[in-house]
């Protein structure tokens, strides 16, 4: 395929990001946003340079220029879009999560399965330089054996009128919106250890910890578990944080170290040798905004034929959503549409 015309679902800020980075993708072709408000679209179609705009999502699902759907829209709707989208025979790039259940997910890739459409789960963070390359360390054994990983992404949101992350019918919470990037830091890092596949690391004695907020969603959670001989503490929240204090992956291996800070979209790595000391402060800055890395690699697998990508497979959003199905279930909180 030559160009590839993207179309966005949901006009906020995260599509906002996509927008701009689309325009540092060669062969992207800003083609269609659309969104419940035909004024949102077409102000946001005229900033970021779209083609069209569609004040209903049906009609930009229908529209038969469109090669690729990025879905932005809140959690609870992701299911939807992704099947009319994939059954209308489009690509798609859904945010995460890209469901809020494994069930709803499974009805999602057979679909994509049904009608030979790509689909990928937006998890940006694996297909940034930094994050790619602190993986690559550890798979090389830069570190020596992997032994421990920290991953804290902690940033207070304030709890407001129709505050998205607080609201259950809207699917809130902390895990699906923040935790899941620090579960999918420990697999990955696991993984890459081992030299086994993602959805090979399966927690063994996970414990948790979680304190809801007053709507019933929850606010903060403290994970660990182990694979084999090594050990993940993971803490992701909405109502605490403290700047980059709670926002660090870090990766200890038997002969050093490697930290990140804002470790879902960081640009740099810092690598400590086995006495703590510094040895490499590398820096990997983004062509834009994180957010093309991700979108090149969906033209290419689906320039390649493929339905999914391996970075990020079909198998890691399954074994994300079922982990995190398991960890709701634990503490309690199950949504309306799950009733």
């Not at 995260?14 to 980075?21: G, S």
């Not at 935790?179 to 697999?187: C, E, Q, R």
């Not at 709507?215 to 090594?230: H, Q």
């Not at 320039?303 to 995190?324: A, I, P, V, Y």
Request: aromatic letters at 10%.
């Amino acid at each position: 395929m030559g160009k590839f015309n993207w179309g966005i679902i949901g006009c906020g800020t995260i599509a906002e990001q996509m927008a701009k980075a689309l325009r540092h993708v060669e062969n992207a072709v800003l083609y269609a946003a659309a969104s419940r408000s035909t004024a949102k679209a077409e102000n946001f179609a005229k900033t970021f340079g779209f083609a069209k705009h569609y004040g209903d999502y049906d009609s930009l699902l229908n529209d038969e220029n469109v090669n690729v759907i990025y879905i932005a829209t809140p959690h609870i709707n992701h299911v939807q879009f992704a099947l009319q989208a994939l059954n209308a025979g489009k690509s798609v790039l859904c945010e995460k999560p890209a469901c809020i259940n494994q069930t709803e997910l499974e009805k999602v890739l057979a679909a994509a399965k049904a009608n030979n459409c790509f689909f990928m789960e937006a998890m940006w963070m694996k297909f940034q330089p930094a994050f790619a390359k602190a993986m690559q360390y550890i798979n090389s054994g830069k570190i020596g054996k992997l032994q421990a990983v920290y991953a804290d992404i902690c940033c207070p949101m304030e709890q407001k009128p129709g505050s998205r992350l607080y609201e259950p019918d809207l699917a809130g919470g902390a895990l699906l919106d923040l935790g899941i990037y620090s579960l999918t830091a420990a697999f990955s890092s696991i993984s890459s250890a081992k030299n086994i596949e993602f959805s090979k690391a399966e927690p063994q004695n996970m414990v948790s910890v979680c304190q809801k907020t007053n709507t019933g969603v929850d606010g903060f959670e403290l994970i660990s578990f182990k694979y084999e001989d090594c050990s993940a503490v993971l803490t992701s929240g909405m109502i605490c944080g403290c700047g980059s204090v709670t926002r660090q992956a870090k990766f200890i291996g038997s002969n050093g170290s490697i930290v990140l800070n804002n470790f879902w979209y960081g640009e740099s790595l810092k690598l400590y040798d086995a006495a703590g000391k510094l040895a490499a402060d590398e820096a990997l800055p983004f062509d834009c905004n994180g957010y093309e890395y991700e979108a090149r690699a969906v033209q290419k697998c689906i320039n390649e034929g493929l339905l999914e990508c391996k970075t990020h497979s079909w198998q890691d959003s399954l074994f994300l959503c079922r982990t995190m199905d398991t960890l709701r279930k634990e503490w309690g909180v199950v949504y309306p549409t799950e009733v």
